[in-house]
């Protein structure tokens, strides 16, 4: 009896080895499809025939095509026949040009970006995720504290005897309400660009800032009382804006990490225009840019560090202040007999 040898199966192929992978991006800079290269070139386009097809009005039926560049492991990038062309960066490719494509660089067709990842490329390190920690816990925490003395504070020194349960309560009910809607807020803009509420973090800068603003008004009106700077109080009212300036670019920050001098100067520029309409307002209204000197209390006389006027210099100071004193009350009086003469008037017509 004689056995016949079965032909040995061929061995299984292997899969072509990885070149690059070319990265659809979403708005947040984050691949929502990668598609494996495994030979060159690739043709990109909203025709079927190409490669990697995409779904996008903007893009040419053979938008662009990537070859090897001569230049290794680069990579060429041919824009085809396209009336939008190709942007990369802030420059524009027309139909017909070439460019040099590095490791992990961007380019558009259309409304879409994609990004180029070569297998010879460097990887990126591992990066930390944020976590809120026992640093951010107790900092939050001490930030909710803190506001929540400063406005018992504020609300002792401005409510009637008596009446001070009553102000503390109303007070702090406000003040809760605003800073956890302002930071809700913040939380539903970072859910919509970074996936993630950081309702903490965003209640975190909003209680700090709240905090900070009180705490440099009541400095710069001690230290305006003590060292006898009036400056120091007119700009009291305006150190708010400064604060918000901050806290924008912190939350913004927190829902845009990756464009920080976009967030910066949006910031900046958000806040002095704000602060310059506050201040024309405010010149038309008053005929002064910034707040007049006024206190509705005193602090201690020591804590008092400027020197004290003697008499004569401060009656002479005082008697300049007669004859504008005089003029503006003239002025007053005439207006109010303009008053009186025009409801004079209306009373007889009718």
Same mark, same amino acid.
């Given at each position: 009896?004689?056995?016949?040898?079965?032909?040995?199966?061929?061995?299984?192929?292997?899969?072509?080895?990885?070149?690059?992978?070319?990265?659809?991006?979403?708005?947040?800079?984050?691949?929502?499809?990668?598609?494996?290269?495994?030979?060159?070139?690739?043709?990109?386009?909203?025709?079927?025939?190409?490669?990697?097809?995409?779904?996008?009005?903007?893009?040419?039926?053979?938008?662009?095509?990537?070859?090897?560049?001569?230049?290794?492991?680069?990579?060429?990038?041919?824009?085809?026949?396209?009336?939008?062309?190709?942007?990369?960066?802030?420059?524009?490719?027309?139909?017909?040009?070439?460019?040099?494509?590095?490791?992990?660089?961007?380019?558009?067709?259309?409304?879409?970006?994609?990004?180029?990842?070569?297998?010879?490329?460097?990887?990126?390190?591992?990066?930390?995720?944020?976590?809120?920690?026992?640093?951010?816990?107790?900092?939050?925490?001490?930030?909710?504290?803190?506001?929540?003395?400063?406005?018992?504070?504020?609300?002792?020194?401005?409510?009637?005897?008596?009446?001070?349960?009553?102000? *503390?309560? &109303?007070? @702090?009910?406000?003040?809760?309400?605003? /800073? %956890?809607?302002? !930071?809700? $807020?913040?939380? #539903?803009?970072?859910?919509?660009?970074?996936?993630?509420?950081?309702?903490?973090?965003?209640?975190?800068?909003?209680?700090?800032?709240?905090?900070?603003?009180?705490?440099?008004?009541?400095?710069?009106?001690?230290?305006?009382?003590?060292?006898?700077?009036?400056?120091?109080?007119?700009?009291?009212?305006?150190?708010?804006?400064?604060?918000?300036?901050?806290?924008?670019?912190?939350? *913004?920050? &927190?829902? @845009?990490?990756?464009?920080?001098?976009? /967030? %910066?100067?949006? !910031?900046? $520029?958000?806040? #002095?225009?704000?602060?310059?309409?506050?201040?024309?307002?405010?010149?038309?209204?008053?005929?002064?840019?910034?707040?007049?000197?006024?206190?509705?209390?005193?602090?201690?006389?020591?804590?008092?560090?400027?020197?004290?006027?003697?008499?004569?210099?401060?009656?002479?100071?005082?008697?300049?202040?007669?004859?504008?004193?005089?003029?503006?009350?003239?002025?007053?009086?005439?207006?109010?007999?303009?008053?009186?003469?025009?409801?004079?008037?209306?009373?007889?017509?009718?």
């Amino acid at each position: 009896m004689t056995t016949t040898a079965l032909p040995s199966s061929p061995p299984p192929l292997s899969p072509p080895p990885r070149l690059a992978l070319i990265d659809v991006l979403d708005r947040d800079g984050r691949a929502r499809q990668s598609i494996s290269v495994t030979r060159w070139p690739v043709r990109i386009g909203r025709a079927l025939d190409n490669d990697l097809v995409l779904d996008d009005p903007g893009v040419a039926a053979h938008h662009c095509t990537l070859t090897p560049h001569a230049e290794k492991p680069a990579i060429a990038l041919q824009v085809g026949d396209t009336r939008n062309g190709v942007l990369l960066g802030r420059t524009r490719l027309a139909s017909g040009s070439e460019h040099r494509l590095a490791h992990g660089q961007e380019w558009q067709a259309g409304q879409t970006r994609l990004r180029l990842r070569l297998a010879q490329g460097p990887l990126a390190p591992e990066q930390a995720v944020a976590h809120a920690g026992v640093g951010g816990l107790l900092s939050g925490t001490l930030a909710v504290l803190a506001l929540a003395g400063l406005t018992g504070i504020s609300s002792y020194l401005d409510s009637v005897p008596g009446k001070f349960s009553i102000s *503390l309560t &109303r007070e @702090l009910l406000i003040v809760g309400l605003l /800073v %956890a809607l302002w !930071s809700l $807020l913040w939380s #539903l803009s970072s859910k919509m660009f970074r996936h993630q509420m950081l309702y903490w973090q965003h209640l975190r800068i909003a209680a700090w800032g709240t905090v900070a603003t009180q705490l440099g008004m009541y400095a710069l009106g001690g230290l305006s009382f003590a060292l006898s700077i009036p400056i120091l109080s007119r700009i009291q009212p305006e150190l708010p804006w400064l604060v918000l300036m901050v806290m924008l670019y912190a939350h *913004l920050m &927190r829902v @845009l990490p990756r464009h920080r001098r976009v /967030v %910066a100067g949006t !910031s900046v $520029l958000l806040c #002095l225009g704000l602060l310059a309409t506050h201040l024309s307002l405010r010149q038309q209204e008053t005929g002064r840019w910034f707040a007049p000197l006024y206190a509705s209390s005193l602090a201690h006389p020591a804590l008092r560090l400027a020197p004290a006027e003697d008499v004569s210099t401060f009656l002479q100071g005082a008697a300049t202040l007669e004859a504008p004193l005089q003029t503006a009350a003239r002025q007053n009086n005439h207006t109010d007999d303009e008053d009186e003469l025009e409801l004079e008037g209306m009373e007889d017509g009718l």
